[in-house]
């Protein structure tokens, strides 16, 4: 599987953005998906994951309540939309896929990272 994550940008704070992750090269609907960010100096940190057949999601504290982790089957794709954005989501965002398809947030439960997408949000 290789996944492509887009969507990215500069924003100000209080705006939002919709990220995109796009699989290829295998169906991914049985897999969780799950998004991570990388701060400049930081360690990959989890920010959100959903579940095979989209049952579960669970998100990081720090997002809860303004970020909606999503996925379309028909497209192989997954979504992360961002409401109410704060500098301290500038970051690089990834996403990653676990074949077991539950719920996770360590890294090492996630595979084929891609090239990530650059988020800045400005104050």
């Known amino acids: 599987v290789q996944l492509q994550a887009s969507g990215g940008g500069l924003v100000q704070a209080g705006g939002s953005l919709r990220l995109s992750c796009v699989a290829s090269?295998?169906?991914?609907?049985?897999?969780?998906i799950g998004w991570f960010r990388q701060a400049p100096g930081k360690e990959r940190e989890f920010v959100a994951c959903?579940?095979?057949?989209?049952?579960?999601?669970y998100y990081a504290e720090s997002v809860k309540g303004r970020f909606t982790i999503s996925r379309d089957s028909a497209k192989n794709t997954a979504y992360l939309q961002m409401n109410s954005l704060k500098p301290e989501d500038t970051a690089v965002y990834y996403c990653?896929?676990?074949?077991?398809?539950?719920?996770?947030?360590?890294?090492?439960?996630?595979?084929?990272w891609g090239q990530g997408t650059l988020v800045t949000v400005s104050s």
């Open positions: 959903i579940s095979r057949f989209s049952t579960s999601t």
């Open positions: 090269g295998r169906t991914v609907y049985r897999y969780s």
């Open positions: 990653g896929t676990n074949e077991r398809g539950g719920i996770y947030a360590t890294t090492d439960d996630f595979h084929s």
